[in-house]
């Protein structure tokens, strides 16, 4: 095994030692609500977290029987959005239409989580002002604590970032292994998996 290799896989193990189990289980906590109420969960994702995003939705719909979306699967939307109003406004326009209200929750996967005085992710920042404006839930798990999503989020969970250089494939990685856990935990699971 290379070294970056090994390097890049010891780091991983200092994440998952790091993470903190309490705000885990208080988005568990959140989404069994969000659930039991029978509220929508809207993923946001950009770049490689709107990939996540959608298989976020995926998992929680089949394992978790929570009615959910990523606006960033219509692509046809989306980007006539960004071409007409602008790149900021593809997510608030879309949660808009789709009614979005205090019964809903979204949750903001994202390296950053946005950052509106360096116009990083405004799309994510929009979304968080619209959310918060009908008062819909907010959570998060990001990679870094100072961005928008963790400071305005009612649950955030900060991927710990303990090796700057790579923050972002972490960031996306450790996405992934939440939302699995969460729709794996007894709190939020209905469904079998296949395997």
Request: glycine content about 8%; charged content about 20%.
């Amino acid at each position: 095994m290379s070294k970056f290799t090994k390097a890049h896989l010891r780091e991983a193990v200092q994440i998952i030692e790091s993470l903190d189990v309490e705000i885990i289980e208080q988005l568990a906590h959140y989404l069994e609500s969000l659930k039991v109420k029978n509220g929508r969960l809207f993923v946001l994702g950009v770049g490689g977290s709107a990939a996540n995003a959608s298989h976020a939705v995926n998992d929680f719909r089949k394992l978790a029987s929570i009615e959910a979306y990523a606006p960033s699967d219509n692509v046809a939307e989306i980007t006539a959005r960004a071409n007409d109003e602008g790149w900021s406004t593809i997510f608030s326009g879309w949660l808009k239409v789709s009614k979005l209200s205090s019964a809903d929750c979204l949750l903001i996967l994202s390296v950053g989580g946005g950052d509106s005085i360096r116009n990083v992710s405004p799309n994510l920042v929009e979304a968080v002002d619209l959310a918060k404006s009908v008062g819909a839930g907010i959570l998060g798990i990001v990679g870094r604590d100072g961005g928008y999503t963790a400071k305005n989020a009612d649950v955030c969970l900060i991927i710990p970032n303990l090796f700057p250089e790579s923050v972002t494939p972490h960031a996306e990685t450790f996405q992934t292994l939440i939302w699995h856990l969460l729709v794996s935990h007894p709190k939020l699971k209905s469904n079998q998996t296949k395997w």
